[in-house]
């Protein structure tokens, strides 16, 4: 092979190469332009959608002005009383009805109570045992009550009419009895 050759040779491998390096960077920039028309498209979809959530909001905003006049236009409920009460050395922010502020704040002291005489008796045991122990505490106090209400109420059934009338004698009596004094206590 002369030199001649040879350098045809060469010339005609570098073409070749060349040949198949643009054949690729064709093909990259052939797979970018396709990436770029379906940005293009995802883009103009997104103005599509962007226009439309912009229609909807539009309308979520009216529906709230309406919603805000209407509001305004409402009477305002009347605030809650917001009172402070101690539980085991605790401070706490509780609401209640107006008017019921003295009452809540008796409740928490009858409480704070029992929670105390079982912190002292038990230890520190953990702020939630303590709570939940108090307050079966008190709910065993409120049963006994209302089965004491019960008997109660039961003994009264159980009076003969004998009893009860001469009972009611014996008040009509000491009225009586009390007028008269009273009367001449006022003669006097």
Do not use: W
């Amino acid at each position: 092979m002369t030199i001649l050759e040879k350098s045809v040779s060469d010339l005609a491998d570098a073409l070749e190469a060349l040949e198949s390096t643009l054949e690729g960077q064709l093909n990259d920039v052939s797979a970018k332009n396709d990436l770029i028309d379906a940005a293009r498209r995802q883009a103009r979809a997104a103005q599509g959608h962007a226009a439309s959530a912009g229609s909807d909001l539009s309308g979520a905003i009216s529906d709230l002005k309406i919603l805000l006049d209407d509001h305004k236009s409402e009477p305002k409920a009347e605030a809650m009383a917001q009172v402070e009460i101690r539980i085991n050395g605790r401070d706490y922010m509780v609401t209640c009805d107006n008017g019921q502020e003295n009452h809540l704040q008796q409740l928490a002291a009858y409480f704070d109570r029992h929670v105390s005489q079982l912190s002292e008796d038990l230890g520190q045991i953990g702020d939630s045992r303590l709570m939940l122990l108090s307050a079966l505490t008190v709910c065993d106090e409120l049963f006994e009550a209302k089965n004491r209400a019960r008997d109660l109420e039961g003994a009264a059934d159980e009076l003969d009419p004998g009893t009860a009338g001469a009972a009611s004698l014996a008040i009509e009596a000491a009225t009586t009895r009390v007028n008269e004094i009273a009367a001449r206590l006022g003669e006097d």
